[in-house]
């Protein structure tokens, strides 16, 4: 009797676990596709940087916010564009160190699943010998 | 009398499931689909973008163009447009500037590299992906077949260089114990093939003296000693396919790349890679020089090193050297391809290299010793054994001879 509970206890846990590597799997896939987001972004900003830098000085530069087109001085919108680089380097890197991080879990989660699977069968095994 | 063969013998099956394989090519297909949508996608603006570099360029052509103007989803009135040379240009991230139309032009230009720097890395990704998938697409078929692979430590065998003739006929003993499940038909046909081979490396030997030390010029003669080597492989293959043998304890080799590599990547891939093997180069130089002392090895041999007086013996140095070269580029190409997944087709590069510089090391030797003419098919068989079992040491990778063991 003792036996089956055991069996019973495992498998709940291993439910458990199951779970959890499988909401730590789709926190991977979210943080992929931001990511993803954030390079592209990136990208732009980057060419938008390159054009602005080719730009005259006396150069009209607009920003649209909203419906209108708002003049800009171009040395603020390089600032601006500038700023906006660092900023998303920086979620980038964030990004990356959370994905580490969440990839060293999910490689520890699976483990243990491994494990009580085996566990299980042992324990199984040992039954139908019984 | 060597032990016959030592090794484990798994078959391809048991390693890679079919339907896995099956799964896995799908997916690269679906893969595939996916980066093709995302490169069509990318043309669409690269054409979108032509049209407007034409437009662009054609506006400041006139002061004023009359043009429908649209109103709505549904109507157009007559219009006129002004400022022909004025252009507002969202650069992105909601940024715009004024350009006159030539530097929206040149704008919209250095847009355009853009793409086709991504359509171009697009382009190699898919290619990536299609190797990926033909790859996995044979080990399905190959697994089905019922391909054993089988695997040998390789002992390092001293004696055999030593004696030649002796280690020939354990050479030959070794084959016929190890080679049980093979059947002894296709030591005929071998040798044949090796015969082949040989004829078709002195032909190309005999060019290259022709060609100097320009390693440029060996492309050509390459390819076709290649090409004849894909169909004498395709030959081999026909025989073998029962079960084909690994040899190796190289890295983990699949017999599958076979069908996959020998159009894709075997022609190319030598000669891209030929710069950055170097290094390895020279560790397989050094080794392969201790066997070019065997006399003995002459006797055998007899039918490479005969035609060298025919070719240049004045230019022996050259030839040296030639071979020299000739060999780097040889080893450079066998192990650049046996880095790649492409395992079957290094080895037959490899045996060459060491095939033919040896009697030109020889061949000073050669004239004052005795030279035995063994024009027998046979003969060129032993000897051909002889060869793969003294070039062993030097390079780890000859499966393909091994794949007579």
């Known amino acids: ?130 | 009398m060597e032990p016959p063969a030592k090794g484990t013998v798994t078959p391809l099956a048991s390693l890679f499931s079919e339907e896995e394989a099956r799964k896995a090519a799908s997916y690269v297909e679906e893969k595939i689909g996916e980066k093709r949508v995302e490169m069509n996608r990318l043309q669409q603006f690269v054409d979108e973008n032509d049209n407007l570099i034409n437009l662009v360029k054609k506006l400041p052509d006139q002061l004023h163009h009359n043009v429908m103007v649209p109103f709505g989803k549904m109507a157009f009135f007559p219009g006129r447009l002004i400022h022909t040379n004025e252009c507002l240009v969202l650069l992105g991230e909601n940024y715009y500037t004024d350009r006159s139309s030539k530097q929206t032009v040149d704008f919209l230009k250095r847009r355009d590299k853009t793409l086709q720097s991504q359509i171009h890395s697009l382009k190699a990704e898919i290619e990536d992906f299609q190797t990926e998938a033909s790859f996995f697409a044979t080990t399905a078929s190959e697994a089905a077949e019922g391909l054993v692979e089988i695997r040998e430590e390789y002992v390092e065998e001293e004696d055999l260089s030593a004696t030649v003739f002796q280690s020939s006929e354990k050479e030959t003993s070794n084959i016929s114990g190890g080679e049980a499940e093979e059947g002894e038909l296709e030591d005929d046909d071998f040798a044949r093939i090796m015969s082949r081979l040989n004829e078709l490396e002195m032909e190309e030997e005999q060019e290259g003296e022709d060609g100097g030390d320009r390693g440029e010029e060996r492309d050509s003669p390459i390819e076709i000693l290649e090409e004849s080597q894909h169909d004498l492989v395709k030959g081999i293959r026909g025989e073998t396919d029962r079960g084909r043998i690994e040899y190796g304890k190289q890295e983990t080799t699949i017999s599958v790349p076979m069908k996959a590599s020998r159009h894709s990547s075997s022609i190319r891939e030598p000669r891209v890679a030929e710069p950055r093997v170097k290094a390895k180069v020279i560790q397989v130089l050094p080794e392969a020089h201790p066997h070019k002392d065997i006399d003995d090895q002459l006797n055998c041999i007899g039918p490479m090193a005969q035609y060298l007086p025919k070719g240049d013996q004045s230019h022996s140095g050259t030839a040296q050297q030639n071979a020299g070269t000739w060999r780097d580029f040889q080893a450079t190409a066998g192990i650049s391809t046996a880095k790649a997944k492409t395992n079957v087709l290094g080895p037959q590069k490899i045996e060459s290299p060491i095939e033919k510089p040896e009697p030109e090391f020889d061949s000073t030797k050669a004239f004052t010793g005795s030279i035995v003419e063994h024009a027998h098919i046979q003969e060129t068989s032993t000897h051909s054994d002889t060869q793969s079992s003294a070039s062993q040491p030097s390079k780890p990778v000859s499966r393909f001879k091994a794949q007579r063991r």
Do not use: C, F, W
């Open chain 1, 1 to 130: 009797m003792s036996s089956s509970t055991a069996v019973r206890d495992l498998q709940k846990d291993l439910e458990n676990k199951a779970n959890d590597l499988g909401k730590i799997q789709k926190d991977i896939g979210k943080n992929h596709q931001l990511r993803k987001k954030y390079t592209i972004q990136l990208g732009e900003n980057e060419l938008v940087l390159k054009e602005l830098d080719l730009l005259e000085e006396d150069a009209n530069v607009y920003k649209l916010i909203g419906p209108v087109l708002v003049k800009q001085d171009l040395a603020e919108a390089n600032a601006n564009v500038r700023k906006r680089i660092e900023y998303i380097s920086a979620e980038l890197k964030r990004l990356d160190a959370i994905l580490q991080d969440m990839e060293e879990k999910q490689n520890n989660k699976r483990e243990t699943i491994m494990k009580l699977q085996q566990r299980l069968q042992s324990i199984q095994a040992g039954k139908a010998k019984a």
